[in-house]
């Protein structure tokens, strides 16, 4: 048995009319994208590459399939779209700012798909035996995987916040403030509350700016917010799976993806032409031993008196 080609498997994957026709708006729309940000470049620079970098996490759902042996259903791939659609659309369109309650939705979502990944790659690891007890065990991996991801994904935002200036943190106006940096000791720690605006000096105090509605905080309140809200859907969606475990199990026939296996018998060719071979040795043999018989016997012989 051996593995069928990659093209194969990427052009029977394509025959499927819905998924095909799911891609090429997906695509088109990050390409449509793409171009209009980079009417604006410099300052459109983040946009750009959210618009040409978030697609390459759809490309890889090709590889992933291919090489761990899994199948997502049009429904699966249809979430997984409309969450990388969002991760576009809500920065780069204002779409957070506009509905903030997006924002909480992408995030969800994508906690729920991070669940569903990190099951197929249980099954793969840990088999797929229907015991209880493994199931369990793949429901706390899958878990385990979400919140591994997601803490990732922030060290990305926080990386290109820092080294390419992109504002990937969403701001948070606060109203109260604790800090033990400002009290300069760790036992009494200066607390403002009721905060009302700030008053940022910069260019070493020339200019002013003037921050109403209170204090603003630079990410820590998104960073958490997110962590939270992917934790949300994946705990959402693991009860659903033990749920579903023990109620209805075809729910997670459409929910989770699955194991397939894309291999093949080897080439019919390969076997018929070593059959051909070994019989055409086995003929030789026995000639070889009649001719060196007949050249004993033979009057000529040398062995001949």
Same mark, same amino acid.
């Given at each position: 048995?051996?593995? =069928?080609?990659?093209?194969?498997?990427?052009?029977?994957?394509?025959?499927?009319?819905?998924?095909?026709?799911?891609?090429?708006?997906?695509?088109?729309?990050?390409?449509?994208?793409? $171009?209009?940000?980079?009417?604006?470049?410099?300052?459109?620079?983040?946009?750009?590459?959210?618009? =040409?970098?978030?697609?390459?996490?759809?490309?890889?759902?090709?590889?992933?399939?291919?090489?761990?042996?899994?199948?997502?259903?049009?429904?699966?791939?249809?979430?997984?779209?409309?969450?990388?659609?969002?991760?576009?659309?809500?920065?780069?369109?204002?779409?957070?700012?506009?509905?903030?309650?997006?924002?909480?939705?992408?995030?969800?979502?994508?906690?729920?798909?991070?669940?569903?990944?990190?099951?197929?790659?249980?099954?793969? !690891?840990?088999? /797929?035996?229907?015991?209880?007890?493994?199931?369990?065990?793949? $429901?706390?991996?899958?878990?385990?995987?979400?919140?591994?991801?997601?803490?990732?994904?922030?060290?990305?935002?926080?990386?290109?916040?820092? /080294?390419?200036?992109?504002?990937?943190?969403?701001?948070?106006?606060?109203?109260?403030?604790?800090?033990?940096?400002?009290?300069?000791?760790?036992?009494?720690?200066?607390?403002?509350?009721?905060?009302?605006?700030?008053?940022?000096?910069?260019?070493?105090?020339?200019?002013?700016?003037? $921050?109403?509605?209170?204090? !603003?905080?630079?990410?820590?309140?998104?960073?958490?917010?997110?962590?939270?809200?992917?934790? !949300?859907?994946?705990?959402? $969606?693991?009860?659903?799976?033990?749920?579903?475990?023990?109620?209805?199990?075809?729910?997670?026939?459409? !929910?989770?993806?699955?194991?397939?296996?894309?291999?093949?018998?080897?080439?019919?060719?390969?076997?018929?032409?070593?059959?051909? #071979?070994?019989?055409?040795? #086995?003929?030789?043999?026995?000639?070889?031993?009649?001719?060196?018989?007949?050249?004993?016997?033979?009057?000529?012989?040398?062995?001949?008196?």
């Amino acid at each position: 048995m051996k593995k =069928i080609p990659f093209k194969v498997y990427l052009k029977d994957r394509l025959k499927n009319v819905p998924f095909t026709v799911m891609l090429a708006v997906f695509f088109l729309f990050c390409l449509g994208s793409a $171009i209009y940000f980079a009417t604006m470049l410099p300052e459109r620079l983040r946009d750009f590459f959210l618009c =040409i970098g978030m697609p390459l996490f759809v490309v890889a759902l090709f590889p992933v399939e291919y090489l761990i042996g899994f199948h997502c259903g049009n429904i699966l791939v249809f979430i997984i779209i409309i969450a990388t659609v969002g991760g576009i659309v809500g920065p780069c369109y204002n779409v957070y700012s506009i509905i903030p309650a997006s924002d909480v939705i992408v995030h969800a979502i994508t906690g729920a798909l991070l669940f569903c990944l990190g099951f197929m790659l249980a099954e793969k !690891l840990f088999g /797929t035996d229907r015991s209880t007890k493994l199931f369990f065990s793949k $429901i706390l991996f899958s878990v385990a995987f979400c919140f591994m991801i997601g803490v990732l994904w922030e060290f990305v935002e926080f990386l290109a916040v820092e /080294t390419m200036h992109f504002d990937m943190l969403q701001d948070t106006y606060v109203d109260k403030i604790e800090s033990y940096l400002l009290a300069g000791n760790q036992t009494d720690p200066v607390i403002l509350n009721d905060i009302t605006e700030t008053w940022v000096f910069y260019n070493g105090g020339a200019d002013k700016y003037v $921050i109403e509605n209170g204090y !603003l905080d630079i990410g820590i309140y998104d960073t958490m917010y997110d962590l939270l809200i992917a934790t !949300l859907g994946t705990v959402i $969606i693991a009860v659903t799976v033990i749920i579903s475990y023990f109620k209805c199990p075809k729910i997670n026939e459409e !929910l989770l993806p699955r194991l397939v296996d894309r291999r093949v018998p080897a080439e019919k060719n390969d076997s018929e032409n070593k059959t051909v #071979a070994d019989t055409e040795t #086995a003929d030789k043999e026995p000639q070889t031993a009649d001719s060196d018989q007949n050249n004993n016997e033979f009057p000529g012989n040398g062995n001949s008196k």
